[in-house]
Every structure is written in C-alpha cells, then in structure tokens.
C-alpha cells in the first residue's frame, strides 16, 4: 500500500485514512462529495495531461500536490517524476488514492498526507501541482512563495477570478494587494481556462490554471514589512495614500507603536510627553484636510480581501469608522503627544516631500512606487512590522 504519513507535522493526522471506508461498497468509488472544502474533482484526462505537461518535470523531481482528490492527476504526475508527496484534508480521500496505487510500482513513490496543508510543515519538494481548493487559494499561494527553498515551479488551478487577480495590472478592476504581493516574490503565467463542466461535481464558478515561478533569488526585503505597507495602502484602493496613513487614526497609532519599539531596540531616546498647543492646532488642521479627502468615500473602509484576513487594528477601525458616520458625526480625536507628532510628520515628509505619492492612489501604483514608500518610511525609522 502507498506510504501514509504519521503526524510528525503540525496538522496532520496519525491514524491511517482507510478505517472509515474500507468495509463499505458505497466507499470503493461513490461518496459524498464535501463543497464545504471545496472537492470539485477535475474528470477531463486532457486537462490533467496539459496541467502535468506544463510542470515540465523530470525524473528526479519530488512534486507535491495538493487536494489530490481520488488521483486523476496523481497517477499522472508519478508516470513523470520521481516521488509525489500528496497533501489530502479527507481521510476518504486518501484512502480511495491509496487503494488506487495498491500494489502497483507507484505505491512506493507515494507519500500520502493527511492534514490541512495550511497547516502542514512540508518536507522539501521541487514542484507544486495543485487543484486548489478555492477555500485555500491565498495562504496556499503566499505558503509556497514563503518555502525554502523555494521551489522551481507552481501549476496551480484557481477560481478564475482569483487567478485574474495574482496577475491584474496597475488600474485593473481586479488589482489589489494580492496582485501587488504575489508579482513582487513571483513571475506569474496564464495557462488554460477550465470550464465547471470538466468537474465532479461542478463547481459554481469558472476555472484558470497558473503557472507561479518564484524568483530567484528572492528580493532583499523584508516580506512582514512590504506586506504591512500594502494593508495599509489597500484597506481602502482608491482613497489617497495621504488618506490612508495621516486620515486613518489606527494606522498612525499603529506606526507611533512601532516607532517607539525600534527606538527602544536601537537605544534611542524619545521625547515624551503632551505636544506644545500650537503643534496640536497645527496636526489638527491636518488632520481636517485629510477628513475632507475622505469625505468622497464616506468614512468607512472597504477590502479587497476577505475580512478575515484583516488585522486586528483594521477592522477596529472600520467598526468605530461606521458607528461615527451613522450619525453624521466623527469619533472625537483625542490630544497627541511629541512622539505622535513627531512620527505624523515623519508621514507626511515621506508622502509629500520625499517620494511625492500623497496624492496617489493605490490601484494606480506600480510595484516601484510602493518599493520607494517603503523605503522612505525605513529611511525616517517608520517600520510596518
């Protein structure tokens, strides 16, 4: 029988697949499918081939595949490549994929895992080949770009529009954070569309196979501070970047917090304390300008991913956002002190005077422009992690 993995890594599971469909005949090829994790098994052979096709693999590569399903395209990686570690949430599943290599050459290049691969330690791997279920397509994606090493080539299959977006340009409709994040660690290809009529069952939405290849070697920058930058830009895409920092309370806290932790770590002092009256009149005039900015998109925040995947400071900010607008009314603003001062004007000399992107908006930038945000920001001491 092919190998099943023991619960070495975290979320996968120790006891084997086939105890709860051996001794039944419903169990051997007809059950349930779960749509609730997204089991939409691909049944085209020509589809399959092409997936495997474009993976370009050799005989010495490990692949990993997730959401294997019951081995459509299991069977035909492993005519191609060396071993196959394949990654399966369902028990029945895997057990049915294990009976199919039962006692053929295949069952000992097999590697069944039974776990969440979110969750999963992986061992190490040269190609990802996936028909992802669509629940999983974002930390799936950003799991394999964050691998090391990382691996030579990812042929993924996705909700359409989802895959519209990894590779949506600068003032598409569909551009957003995730665009901007997966082209800054990947060169990312357009395969094939796949119509829902090529899966069992179908699907409610059409399909795209993408071709994800890490760069190499990766950019020098830290991926906790570029993508902290990018949540911050993107809560809100068509807003100002001015609006987005010096307009959004839970931002500029959030950045004074993280300022005076590095300068804590670096052994620099700050001057504490209230700021001066005139300083506080000035902030507040500021502060006015931006909130007229706002004004053209009501006060409340909208994403482009999904509300989950916000951080904590985010959504406190769209709650206390819409409570204030139902009665026409702001929260009211509390008094800064020197330090807050000091790193709202550090924001504003990044956006205004150093890289001239104040009145920019997000779905309009390039990968350039925010790589010069960032930058200004680390040169005043200003992190996003």
Known sequence: MGKVKSAKRNGASASTPYASAAKTNVARNIFQMNKHIGQHILKNPGIADTIVQKADLKQSDVVLEVGPGTGNLTVKILGKAKRVIAVELDSRMAAELTKRVQGKPEQKRLEIMVGDVVKTDLPYFDVCISNTPYQISSPLTFKLLATTPSPRTCILMFQREFAMRLFAKPGDRLYSRLSVNAQMWAKIDHIMKVSKENFNPPPQVESS?????????????????WDGLLRVV???????????????????????????????????????????QNDLESM??????????????????????????????????????????????????????????????????????????ADKRARMCDEGDFLKLLWAFNQESIHFS
Request: net charge negative; glycine share 6%.
């Open 209 to 225: 196979v993408v071709r994800i290849v890490p760069k190499t070697p990766r950019p020098q920058i830290s991926y906790e501070e």
């Open 234 to 276: 993107f809560v809100r895409k068509n807003k100002t970047i001015r609006a987005s920092f010096l307009g959004t309370t839970s931002v500029m806290d959030m950045l004074e917090s993280n300022y005076r932790t590095w300068c804590a770590q670096n052994d620099i002092s700050v001057e504490d304390g209230p700021a001066e």
């Open 284 to 357: 507040q005039i500021d502060q006015a300008a931006v909130e007229d900015d706002d004004q053209e998109w009501g006060g409340i925040m909208d994403v482009d991913e999904d509300e989950d995947d916000l951080p904590a400071f985010f959504q406190e900010e769209i709650d206390s956002r819409s409570k204030g607008f139902k009665g026409g009314k702001t929260t009211k603003r509390r008094n800064r002190g020197k330090v807050a001062e000091s790193v709202r004007e550090k924001v504003r000399r990044v956006l205004e005077d150093e890289t001239e992107l």
